[in-house]
């Protein structure tokens, strides 16, 4: 199983919005709507942001918002704060009893 | 409160072996599916494998590149998840992370901070 495709790096200033873009195929990303977001911070663990797509956990902010287009995922962060500087990674259920991530995304707040 | 807590980790020969623990509290640990997932320096996280508790015959899943030479087990009685690490490659060196999936989700709400494992001569 390849891991998904995501860009090594993007960046916004302070209350701008990104996007995050999460490729796969039709064995993983485009076969089930089991996506996830993880939040890593330099030393820490990962936090889950976004679920089955576009559900947000309790606590996390309106801001990170998911969605889904055939093979593509994507993560969209509205309102650029500096506290969002972090990798960002998705995950997708395969179908076989696996999960795959990918490569993960840095995004810098300049 | 959930929490997940990695031991075990260390510097390890190649070829070598080394078993790490994840103990659970906060949640019914029996009800939850546990995994291993681990982060390359430089490198993206990588699902390592499962166990299901026992409803599901604690069956188990693997990632293709530790397949054969890794084992997740569990006891339910200790609140313990554990991965048996055998012919220890060097690209085998990560931080390992557990955390759990419940019920029909499939996400992982609750990670460990994760033990470094170092596979080197």
């Known amino acids: 199983q390849s891991a998904l495709t995501q860009p090594a790096s993007v960046s916004g200033s302070p209350g701008q919005s990104i996007t995050i873009s999460c490729t796969g195929t039709?064995?993983?990303?485009?076969?089930?709507?089991?996506i996830s977001w993880y939040q890593q911070h330099p030393g820490k663990a990962p936090k889950l942001m976004i679920h089955?797509?576009?559900s947000r956990p309790s606590g996390v902010s309106d801001r990170f918002s998911g969605s889904k287009s055939d093979n593509t995922a994507s993560l969209t962060i509205s309102g650029l704060q500096p506290e969002d500087e972090a990798d960002y990674y998705c995950?997708?259920?395969?179908?076989?009893?696996?999960?795959?991530f990918g490569g993960g995304t840095k995004l810098t707040v300049l | 409160e959930v929490q997940l807590v990695e031991s075990g980790g260390g510097l390890v020969q190649p070829g070598g072996s080394l078993k790490l623990s994840c103990t659970a509290s906060?949640?019914?640990?029996?009800?939850?599916?546990m995994h291993w997932v681990r982060r390359a320096s430089g490198k993206g996280l990588e699902w390592v494998g499962r166990?299901?508790?026992?409803?599901?015959?604690?069956?188990?899943t693997y990632a293709a590149s530790v397949r054969g030479r890794f084992t997740i087990s569990r006891d339910d009685s200790k609140n313990t998840a554990y991965l048996q690490m055998n012919s220890l490659k060097t690209e085998d060196t990560a931080v390992y992370y557990c955390?759990?999936?419940?019920?029909?989700?499939?996400?992982?709400?609750?990670w460990g901070q994760g033990t470094l494992v170092t596979v080197s001569a």
């Open positions: 955390t759990r999936t419940t019920g029909t989700l499939v996400n992982f709400d609750y």
């Open positions: 906060g949640f019914t640990f029996s009800g939850s599916s």
């Open positions: 166990i299901r508790g026992k409803a599901n015959t604690y069956a188990t």
């Open positions: 039709s064995s993983d990303v485009g076969g089930y709507d089991y």
């Open positions: 089955d797509v576009s």
């Open positions: 995950s997708s259920y395969t179908g076989s009893n696996t999960w795959v």
